[in-house]
T-cell receptor, first 114, second 115 residues
Framework: AQSVTQLGSHVSVSEGALVLLRCNYS??????LFWYVQYPNQGLQLLLK??????LVKGINGFEAEFKKSETSFHLTKPSAHMSDAAEYFC????????????FGTGTKLQVIP | DADVTQTPRNRITKTGKRIMLECSQT?????MYWYRQDPGLGLRLIYY???????NKGEISDGYSVSRQAQAKFSLSLESAIPNQTALYFC??????????????FGPGTRLTVT
């Protein structure tokens, strides 16, 4: 079984401040982990993914995430928020080894305050 | 992503009606998925298909059926629509990037309202 928990359904940050979106996972096998972004009235776009290589993963738009096995976490960060980062962010987990069913978290809406 | 198309993009239907949502892809990937998105619940898997003859139920398949007419087409049907099936529906496919790496690509979504 696999699952993800996203802490905080809404997060507000000031423009220029650090963005931290939290994700904890549960998986009985080594996981693949993903972060997706959804802008208003759009589909989901892959931000970054962890697939058992480097634990610090860099994605698009200046985002990065660190896989911490001991904490079962995969938090998403960005050093300086831009207004254009306002969106909903989803963490997702999939089991490695070829079984490709992805389980999504409930999402975190990021608000960026000018 | 233009590789995955969904029709219709918006649909309003009445309770009890049968409705089909269509998904097609241009890249020849085997694995296709249907999700629904509800506010505060994230995306939940309805059905998935690993090839034309391999169709599997997801976590919320009750009230839905699917058809994989060809590798490129995966349709979702609501046999008798009910209001709590009002949601945003996404089709997705899984692309193999390398031997042990893959990525999921989503269509633009279909907003379905059942009155």
């Amino acid at each position: 079984a696999q699952s993800v928990t996203q802490l905080g359904s809404h997060v507000s940050v000031s423009e220029g401040a650090l963005v931290l979106l939290r994700c904890n996972y549960s998986s009985s096998v080594p996981p693949y982990l993903f972060w997706y972004v959804q802008y208003p009235n759009q589909g989901l776009q892959l931000l970054l993914k962890y697939t058992s290589a480097a634990t610090l993963v860099k994605g698009i738009n200046g985002f990065e995430a660190e896989f911490k096995k001991s904490e079962t976490s995969f938090h998403l960060t960005k050093p300086s928020a831009h207004m254009s980062d306002a969106a909903e962010y989803f963490c997702a987990v999939s089991s490695s080894g070829g079984y490709q069913k992805v389980t999504f978290g409930t999402g975190t809406k990021l608000q960026v305050i000018p | 992503d233009a590789d995955v198309t969904q029709t219709p993009r918006n649909r309003i239907t009445k309770t009890g009606k049968r409705i089909m949502l269509e998904c097609s892809q241009t890249k020849g990937h085997d694995r296709m998925y249907w999700y629904r998105q509800d506010p505060g619940l994230g995306l939940r898997l309805i059905y998935y298909s690993f090839d034309v003859k391999d169709i599997n139920k997801g976590e919320i398949s009750d009230g839905y059926s699917v058809s994989r007419q060809a590798q490129a087409k995966f349709s979702l049907s609501l046999e008798s629509a009910i209001p709590n099936q009002t949601a945003l529906y996404f089709c997705a496919l899984m692309a193999t990037v390398s031997q042990f790496t893959y990525e999921q690509y989503f269509g633009p979504g279909t907003r379905l309202t059942v009155t």
